[in-house]
């Protein structure tokens, strides 16, 4: 008998992208790709057919956490954090590897999960807790305490449609706080509402943890997470990358973005490891030289790398790779042969001057490589810094750009009339 | 989300052949009933007319075919009995199943806020579809009743089988509906060739006539329409007269064929429904 609340073991999801279509270059093959192109698209939504393109949203996890843990999930977006939740919570399957959960399970995606504008309060609490697992006599039992929790006797009766939406999430909330799992699983629902709400969400996570139940909390606010958790874990593309104490683990999350980073391991843990020749150091700066993980659109950005080791020849180049939240490569830059700058064996610190940066407001991360153009790599690291751009408005309109919609960088234009 | 379960739960990669899970069904009926019970709520709430909607819709085909087909077409001649009375019998069962297979099948796409949040077993949310439009034909029952009283025909102890009838609707509504539910969310086309079918349906199906017309040799072609006996037997309750049994077997076997097909194919692709809705 272990007292292990959730055993995971090699867990690993993966999901299929939609297939990039290939340009028709004749009529006859518009015509033919026009009269194939509904089977093709059958046998895509079938989850068959050739050409698509599949990614590991998480790949090899494996943890446990015993009773009364309450562990802090964080990282990047795009890491795999809400893909592990929606495995732990039954919502999605696991393609490989297996979760093992012992205990009352509830899962907190979000607040107000089933709410319906047309019911009145009281209806929706009675829905919402079904929906969140409650039995009926259960709900019941508790109504009274979820309507003054919520502070909402004088609406209860009222549709929901003509609830503010303070007084909607109030409720929602309140709902949810009166489950009483052995493990709870819970999305950044803290992440909304305003400061008294926020608190009471902290008040409820302490309550839970000191009555010793499980809890999962994923998390972007790095204080709730030391404030709360007795462990944590750091994920990134994927992997639990650290395992730790809550403060430990919040500083090397936040080292990813803030600060330059070390790499402590030498080329040990690079893909591409073939030499003694390593990038050891890497640092993003602002124009006034100040070391920083935020920028704002139109800024420069500086780039410092440090290697270390004999290298193994002259006349080498150093490059970059930005990626985008989905992993999706945005842009390339390199010494040479992009800009005919040759690094000889001697020097060890390089400067890569970026910018105006053109990029919409989003996290964005960059790999590094070290190479003799065109030939093997000496080094290759892989997302060794990330950095966010905050604010996106090289137009001075006061609307910001996200690369959530809108792509991930914004091009020079005008616009004017035409004759 | 779990209702308890005290043992250890595995989740891994769903094996090639699903079952549906009783006992999580079971533990889920409250759920159940809290859908059923949101469906209805709602539908009344956002409509102008509320239940008399349940009415207006059986009632008024009912006249357009009376007179469409009864008058002009000369059909009233084959039917014993007033031809009205006839199709508004048949057009009782087949609102309520073609209302619900249509709910059931749009039922989880409008769903998929719930479905990408929030585990329950899926099926939960077509077959309370289904269930909430019972409630639509207990309404229109009790105008069948009084347009009997109208013509004077009184209930014979066949009625007694009416329950039964009624079953083997529900079960070809959760059949078709379910089917269709799990199609909808992969392949969105099926939307589009769902009323189209249901048209064709309500013609193969003895709504609008009776099984008289149907040539004797092609009876049992044609009961392969679980819907064709269970209107048959339907309207055999309720007015008295001579239940068709070789329709109505054929046709039951049928339905169950379907109910076990729909079942089947929606337990198999349930889990996937969260990556592809």
Known sequence: ?419 | MAYPLRRTLRLEAPGSWQMLNLAELWAYRELLFFFVWRDVKVRYKQTVLGAAWAVIQPLMTTFVFTILFGRFGGMSKQVEGPYALHVFVGMLPWTFFSNAVASAANSLVGSSHLISKVYFPRILIPIAAIAAGLVDFAISFVVLLLMMAWYGVAPTPAILALPLYLLGTIVCAAGAGVLFAALIVTYRDVRYVMPFVMQLWLFATPVLYTLDIIPAKWRALYALNPMAGTIAGFRASVLGSPFPTGVILISSVAALVMFATGVRYFVQVERRFADVI
């Open chain 1, 1 to 419: 008998m272990s007292s292990d609340a959730i055993v995971i073991e090699k867990l690993g999801k993966q999901y299929t992208i939609g297939t990039a279509t290939i340009g028709d270059a004749t009529l006859g093959e518009s015509i033919t790709s026009w009269v194939a192109g509904p089977w093709r698209r059958f046998r895509q939504l079938a989850g068959r057919g050739e050409g698509r393109t599949t990614f590991w949203a998480l790949k090899d996890v494996s943890f446990r956490v015993g009773v009364g843990e309450v562990i802090g999930i964080v990282g990047p977006n795009g890491a795999g954090k809400s893909t592990l939740l929606k495995v732990l919570s039954r919502i999605t399957p696991p393609t490989e590897g297996y979760v093992d959960l012992t205990g009352r399970v509830s899962s907190l995606l979000e607040v107000g999960t089933g709410f319906h504008p047309e019911l009145t309060g009281r209806e929706n609490v009675f829905l919402n807790g079904a929906i969140l697992g409650m039995f009926r006599a259960e709900i019941v039992r508790k109504f009274d305490a979820i309507v003054a929790f919520a502070e909402l006797e004088r609406f209860i009766d009222t549709p929901v449609k003509h609830y503010s939406s303070g007084m909607y999430v109030r409720l929602a909330f309140s709902v949810a706080a009166h489950l009483e799992p052995e493990i709870l699983i819970i999305d950044e629902v803290l992440s909304v509402g305003d400061l008294h709400f926020r608190n009471r969400c902290l008040g409820r996570m302490q309550d839970l943890r000191d009555e010793g139940r499980t809890v999962l909390f994923v998390s972007h606010d790095l204080t709730s997470v030391r404030q709360l958790c007795t462990r944590a874990l750091l994920l990134n593309s994927g992997h639990i990358v650290a395992d730790g104490t809550p403060g430990d683990i919040t500083r090397q999350y936040e080292r990813m973005y803030q600060e330059g980073v070390e790499n402590t391991t030498g080329a040990a843990d690079r893909r591409h490891p073939p030499s003694d020749y390593h990038i050891r150091r890497v640092e993003l700066r602002n124009a006034a030289g100040e070391v920083r993980g935020q920028f704002d659109a139109g800024e420069v950005m500086e780039i410092h790398l440090w290697a270390s080791g004999p290298a193994p020849e002259n006349s080498f180049t150093a490059e970059f790779k930005l990626f985008n939240e989905d992993d999706q490569i945005v842009s390339f830059g390199s010494a040479n042969p992009v800009r005919s700058t040759y690094y000889r064996a001697e020097h060890q610190h390089f400067v890569c001057r970026l910018g105006p940066l053109p990029l919409t407001e989003g996290r964005y991360a960059l790999s590094f490589t070290v190479r003799v153009w065109n030939k093997e790599r000496w080094d290759y690291w892989d997302r060794a810094i990330g950095f966010s751009i905050d604010r996106c408005d090289l137009f001075n309109t006061g609307h910001g750009v996200a690369n959530d919609h809108n792509g991930d960088f914004v091009i020079q234009q005008e616009w004017l009339v035409g004759d």
